[in-house]
């Protein structure tokens, strides 16, 4: 069983930034795919970034690349998603997520079918 607690939403000025943190716990995490996806009122939930444990390659949606960044330390078995340049389209509740997953960062980053656990998620509202 893997819990995944998400923080760092808030509501924040369009140009500003927020750091969301993905805390992980009940599992080790050397060999998986960390995921961050958001849904926006209305919409479906849709990829963001994702993030290699082992290693640190990582892989953006085209919305935010140039915008956001996903990281992981090891040592706190946390993923951040620092989003800078934030958008009023960028309002959504953002979700992390865990896969055990091995192939392709590119193939299945993306794809929500390949994680395994999600956190409750982080209400993220960026204002024009």
């Known amino acids: 069983q893997v819990q995944l607690v998400e923080s760092g939403g808030g509501l924040v000025q369009a140009g500003g930034s927020l750091r969301l943190s993905c805390a992980a716990s009940g599992r080790t995490f050397s060999s998986y795919l960390m995921g961050w996806f958001c849904q926006a009122p209305g919409k479906e939930r849709e990829f963001v970034a994702a993030?290699?444990?082992?290693?640190?390659?990582?892989y953006y949606a085209d919305s935010v690349k140039g915008r956001f960044t996903i990281s992981r330390d090891n040592a706190k078995n946390t993923v951040y998603l620092q989003m800078n340049n934030l958008e009023p389209k960028d309002t959504a509740v953002y979700y992390c997520?865990?896969?055990?997953?091995?192939?392709?960062?590119?193939?299945?980053?993306?794809?929500?079918?390949?994680?395994?656990?999600w956190g409750q998620g982080t209400q993220v509202t960026v204002s024009s």
């Open positions: 997520a865990v896969s055990s997953w091995g192939g392709s960062l590119r193939a299945y980053g993306p794809r929500q079918d390949v994680y395994e656990y």
């Open positions: 993030i290699r444990w082992s290693g640190g390659s990582t």
